[in-house]
């Protein structure tokens, strides 16, 4: 048992505690031990009054549910899990009072507290925790982890009968066998044959939260009441999930016939390729060490978005539906990732799927043209449905005109703009009054909006605060 030392003040690598409460006010000493790790560590002492620092002390009972209380609270809100270590100060003269120093390291990893939904880094200066902004994630980045996430060795064995899809890929496209000692000049394996963390995510048997992927087919053109279909959690091993992925896009692909003066062209909703190169970007690039967030594939009636957590690297500037993509040129973040993904061709090594979708797309403009957007949490590429008059859709657009598909319902002027206007997104009464430029009534509501309801033309939701208006698309068609 240590003798008690305590220091005289809170600094950047000092915190005191007089108790670990339970609930909201965990947050704050999560904050601490977030900005300890990514910072210089630190120790936090538990059972001093962090006013004064006079040391109170806890009972052995108390500092035993203390200490699993914070082991339970920081694998739970912390990511990665960061290094720390206990130390029991019994204070003099003080039956039974102790006090718990809790000391957690500097690593080279970043850590993400994530709370409420929330991943945010945290940093530490003299006593005060501040969260990092964009810039300073990306600096950490380039100078506290030297060792990758997908470099990191593991204590898992390399074993061949484990990547049969892998070496089956290799020798298809090679026509040679995948050897141990490409593997271990690429990084996969080290000299004594243990696997590195981004090597785990090829195993045929995979299972895991890195490569958790989820597809979801939206009626509509956003995320609103319309009915939806959805994949589930694809988890497995990563060239499993691209497939299951490019196959789940594919089963919504519409293909359409244009007729030219001497053949026919067949247009898809998005192109194959293109889709391709997305996805595999959206694995390359991850930002794993958000280990518990996704990638998404969102199909919606106009648009497909392919979102991968973590933003582009080297950007100094946040992106917003950037249409000059073939000019990004994405950093690695996973250089052993995509050294795989390239020998399985999967990608070049150089990069050059921003170009191939830019190609794809090269006859279409305006709506039509991939876009990116980029942030500091998330990075989407969006390819717009060819197939669609109006490509990606402005939800708040005022302009269109929809009616009936059944030719017995009669609409009029006021009814076709209603309908156009609530196509693909909710709309409160207010709005379509401002719409139409006219008061939000009863006579609006009850008669005209009204027999829209009646003739199953509109839905109606009294879920949200505002009762909203949405179109059955499966009654009502736009106009030409």
């Known amino acids: 048992m240590k003798e008690l030392a305590l220091p005289k003040f809170e600094s950047k ?37 962090d006013q004064t620092y006079e040391p109170i002390g806890l009972s052995k009972e108390i500092v035993d549910s203390q200490v699993q209380l914070f082991i339970r609270e920081v694998k739970e809100h912390i990511t990665p899990l960061p290094t720390y270590n206990f130390e029991y100060l019994e204070i003099p003269n003080k039956t039974d009072s102790f006090i718990i120093k809790i000391n957690i390291l500097r690593e080279k990893n970043i850590f993400y507290l994530k709370y409420n939904g929330f991943f945010t880094v945290y940093l530490r200066d003299e006593g005060r925790n501040y969260p990092a902004t964009p810039e300073k994630i990306e600096f950490l980045f380039a100078n506290k982890a030297s060792i990758p996430y997908d470099l ?9 009968r484990d990547f049969t899809k892998l070496h089956n890929k290799y020798r298809e496209i090679h026509k040679i066998e995948l050897t141990f000692k490409t593997l271990l000049n690429i990084g996969f394996v080290n000299k004594d044959g243990f696997l590195a963390r981004g090597a785990l ?14 597809c979801n087919l939206w009626k509509g053109i956003n995320k609103g009441i319309d009915d939806y279909e959805t994949s589930g959690d694809l988890n497995g091993n990563i060239f499993d999930n691209i497939e299951r992925i490019l196959s789940f896009v594919q089963e919504n692909n519409k293909i359409v016939e244009v007729k030219l003066p001497t053949s026919r062209l067949s247009i898809p909703s998005y192109p ?12 390359a690039h991850k930002n794993y060490y958000y280990s518990e967030s996704f990638i998404q594939i969102n199909l919606y009636f106009d ?37 795989v993904l390239s020998l399985c061709n999967y990608m070049e090594k150089r990069g050059s799927g921003f170009e191939k979708i830019t190609e794809d797309y090269k006859n279409y403009s305006g709506s039509k043209k991939p876009y990116i957007d980029s942030d500091s949490t998330r990075f989407i590429i969006t390819l717009p449905n060819l197939n669609t008059e ?71 939701n009294k879920n949200s605060k505002a009762i909203t208006y949405l179109t059955n698309k499966s009654l009502v068609e736009l106009k030409d």
């Open 13 to 49: 690598t000092v915190e005191f505690k007089q108790f670990l409460n339970d609930g909201e006010k965990s947050l704050t000493r999560l904050k601490t031990v977030d900005a300890f790790a990514n910072t210089n560590g630190g120790s936090l002492y538990v059972g001093v009054k």
């Open 152 to 160: 990191q060795i593991t204590d898992v064995k390399y074993d061949e």
């Open 201 to 214: 995510i090829f195993k045929d048997n995979y299972r895991g939260e890195a490569t958790l992927a989820v």
């Open 272 to 283: 194959t390729r293109s889709v391709f190169e997305s996805v595999v970007n959206a694995y």
């Open 303 to 339: 648009r497909l978005e392919i979102v991968s957590p973590g933003s582009l690297l080297d950007q100094d500037v946040d992106l917003k539906r950037e249409t000059n993509i073939s000019s990004i040129l994405p950093t690695r973040r996973n250089q052993l990732i995509c050294e």
């Open 390 to 460: 109006t490509g990606v859709i402005d939800e708040n657009t005022k302009n269109l005109l929809a009616k009936s598909k059944d030719n017995s319902i009669q609409t009029s002027e006021k009814d076709e703009q209603i309908l156009g206007y609530c196509y693909y997104k909710e709309r409160t009464l207010r709005e379509i009054a401002s719409l139409l430029n006219i008061e939000p009534s009863s006579y609006l509501r009850n008669e005209i909006i009204g027999n829209l309801i009646n003739n199953n033309l509109l839905y109606q």
